[in-house]
């Protein structure tokens, strides 16, 4: 009785038995003077002050390296504030073509990557090597 009571109260009323939904609260009307509006992913895609970074040359990969693409978040930086955009990039990495008569494939390297846009321009880039996901040595 008790859980079918519980039941149609969890019917009526599907908030009573959820759990707390926590989620990042949106910024502080006051960060938009400091460091523009949030950037907006685009629908095919990616950031438009990143896309525009990697066009112009900033950086050492291309578009088609970016396996993943973070949510914005606040962060300062030399005492000013930037909209932090975390990127995942896959990289080949150096390895020969064979090993003890075995052909190999290529490593993959995943780097860290995060972009501090200013009023929808990239104004620096951090990279942190991580290692290989997969081994280059052959198993036997």
């Not at 990143?50 to 390296?65: L, M, P, V, W």
Request: aromatic share 12%; net charge positive; with cysteine.
């Amino acid at each position: 009785m008790k859980s079918l009571l519980a039941l149609v109260l969890l019917a009526l009323c599907p908030c009573a038995g959820a759990a707390p939904v926590f989620s990042n609260p949106a910024p502080s009307p006051d960060a938009k003077p400091f460091c523009g509006d949030r950037p907006v992913r685009l629908l095919f895609g990616g950031y438009r002050a990143i896309n525009n970074s990697i066009k112009s040359g900033e950086t050492r990969f291309s578009s088609s390296q970016i396996r993943h693409y973070g949510h914005p978040n606040l962060e300062k930086f030399q005492g000013e504030y930037y909209w932090a955009l975390p990127v995942t990039i896959e990289e080949a990495g150096q390895a020969p073509a064979h090993y003890a008569g075995k052909p190999m494939g290529q490593p993959t390297k995943v780097i860290q990557a995060r972009a501090l846009v200013r009023f929808g321009k990239v104004h620096h880039w951090f990279y942190q090597n991580t290692h290989p996901e997969r081994s280059w040595i052959p198993l036997r």
